[in-house]
Every structure is written in C-alpha cells, then in structure tokens.
C-alpha cells in the first residue's frame, strides 16, 4: 500500500480557487490509480476525480466537470486536484486515494481504492 497525505484545504469565497495536493509514499506511486473523493456533513462519500496510473485516462463527476482538473506527478509522487468556481456545495472534507486494481483506469468506484489519506477540509462561503 501507499501513504497518502493531503493539504491544501481552506475556506474560499464561492467562486474562488483552491489546489488540493496529495504526496504519496512507500510502493510505487505510479502503479497506481488515484481518486479524489469528498464527504460533505451529513452525506454519503462520492466520487470527485480518478485519473490513471499513466495519466491518460481521468473521470470526472458531472457536478465538478469544467470547474476541477485532476493531474498526476509520478516524479514527484503527487496528484493534484485543481478547484475552480467553488459553489458552497462543494464543501466536504476531501480524501485522496490509491487504487492498485484499478491502475489502468480511471477508477470511480470507492471500494476499489485500497489507500487512503486522512482527508482535508474545504470550506466555501457563500
């Protein structure tokens, strides 16, 4: 498994910006898939981001689709997560994640992701 380590969570204005980083450590990051997830008070954990182990292949959900861009640094074991136009119902705590199963793909389904970070708070005011 790999560790995973987020930052770059705040609070924003609706239609700010924010970068989410994950660092990655321990096996090899690039044999991974990596997701971004989020979990908002109250709601269910959905899925955000994936992109391949190669970069190639990256799904996003409809509601974040035009406004975040997921990338991917295996050089620098880290994958991004670039948040624009923020809307208040994009706060959620936000969770990177590796999935080795899943590494050609870009995965969106949780149970197939097998390491998690201990996630970071976005907070959007309105």
């Known amino acids: 498994q790999v560790q995973l380590v987020e930052s770059g969570g705040g609070l924003v204005q609706a239609g700010g910006s924010l970068r989410l980083s994950c660092a990655a450590s321990?096996?090899?990051?690039?044999?991974?898939?990596m997701g971004w997830f989020r979990q908002a008070s109250g709601k269910e954990r959905e899925f955000v981001a994936a992109?391949?182990?190669?970069?190639?292949?990256?799904n996003y959900a409809d509601s974040v689709k035009g406004r975040f861009t997921i990338s991917r640094d295996n050089a620098k074991n880290t994958v991004l997560l670039q948040m624009n136009s923020l809307k208040p119902e994009d706060a959620a705590v936000y969770y990177c994640?590796?999935?080795?199963?899943?590494?050609?793909?870009?995965?969106?389904?949780?149970?197939?992701?097998?390491?998690w970070g201990q996630g970071t708070q976005v907070t959007v005011s309105s």
């Open positions: 994640a590796a999935s080795y199963s899943g590494r050609a793909y870009a995965v969106r389904d949780q149970y197939e992701y097998d390491s």
């Open positions: 992109i391949s182990w190669s970069g190639m292949k990256i």
């Open positions: 321990g096996r090899t990051f690039s044999s991974y898939a």
